[in-house]
């Protein structure tokens, strides 16, 4: 069992900057992909970005050059920092935890809103 602990989201202005942060905890973290997703009010939950167990990235068109995700093994936390914000960035994120059998884990979420 892993549980996942967001933190980090708020209000922020269009063109401003937040990071979060999503603390693991149970079972190894560093053999897990981990990722960002993110669901705004009426749309479904998508991905923001990802990161493998070896450091591969994978991010959304939506936020290309402008999202980051990083992770620290010895302190089983996973980041994502979030530059240039939009108001379409907008939603509640969720951090999410894989293991080897694509067996699912979920953060409770954080609010991030842009606006002005």
């Known amino acids: 069992q892993v549980q996942l602990v967001e933190s980090g989201g708020g209000l922020v202005q269009p063109g401003g900057s937040l990071r979060l942060s999503c603390a693991a905890s149970?079972?190894?973290?560093?053999?897990?992909?981990m990722g960002w997703y993110r669901q705004a009010p009426g749309k479904q939950r998508e991905l923001v970005a990802s990161?493998?167990?070896?450091?591969?990235?994978n991010y959304a068109n939506s936020v290309k050059d402008r999202f980051t995700i990083s992770r620290d093994n010895a302190k089983n936390t996973v980041y994502l920092q979030m530059n240039s914000l939009k108001p379409e960035d907008t939603a509640v994120y969720y951090c999410?935890?894989?293991?080897?059998?694509?067996?699912?884990?979920w953060g409770q979420g954080t609010q991030v809103t842009v606006s002005s």
């Open positions: 149970g079972r190894i973290f560093s053999g897990y992909t």
């Open positions: 990161i493998t167990s070896g450091g591969n990235t």
């Open positions: 999410n935890a894989k293991n080897i059998l694509s067996i699912n884990y």
